[in-house]
């Protein structure tokens, strides 16, 4: 049973910083695509990041290129989001995904997390 569980969400000032962690299990690691996707109140849920688990390529959206970093742990199955500069416009339920390339650049993965919440505010 393919599992994704993420942590690290909370309450940040804008300009400070979050790691957000995606363990996962239950799959075979190296097959697959994790990506980090957000969903603010009444918007709709954008893609920010993904990493390719067996070769490490990453993809950003423009939005959060320059701030935002992904990174993955092979020996922990797990797919991290370091988060810097952090901005209000960046507070949303962050979800990760995890299926072949093509779902998760369409957004339409088999297999997701019930999602972690980030808010920046002062």
């Known amino acids: 049973q393919v599992q994704l569980v993420e942590s690290g969400g909370g309450l940040v000032q804008p300009g400070g910083s979050l790691r957000l962690s995606c363990a996962a299990s239950?799959?075979?690691?190296?097959?697959?695509?994790t990506g980090w996707f957000r969903q603010a109140p009444g918007k709709e849920r954008e893609g920010v990041s993904s990493?390719?688990?067996?070769?490490?390529?990453?993809y950003y959206a423009d939005s959060v290129k320059g701030r935002f970093t992904i990174s993955r742990d092979n020996a922990k199955n797990t797919v991290y989001l370091q988060m810097n500069s952090l901005k209000p416009e960046d507070t949303a339920v962050y979800y990760c995904?995890?299926?072949?390339?093509?779902?998760?650049?369409?957004?339409?993965?088999?297999?997701w997390g019930k999602g972690t919440l980030v808010t920046v505010s002062s």
């Open positions: 990493i390719s688990n067996s070769d490490g390529n990453t």
């Open positions: 239950g799959f075979t690691w190296d097959y697959y695509t």
């Open positions: 995904a995890t299926d072949t390339l093509e779902k998760i650049f369409s957004g339409t993965a088999a297999y």
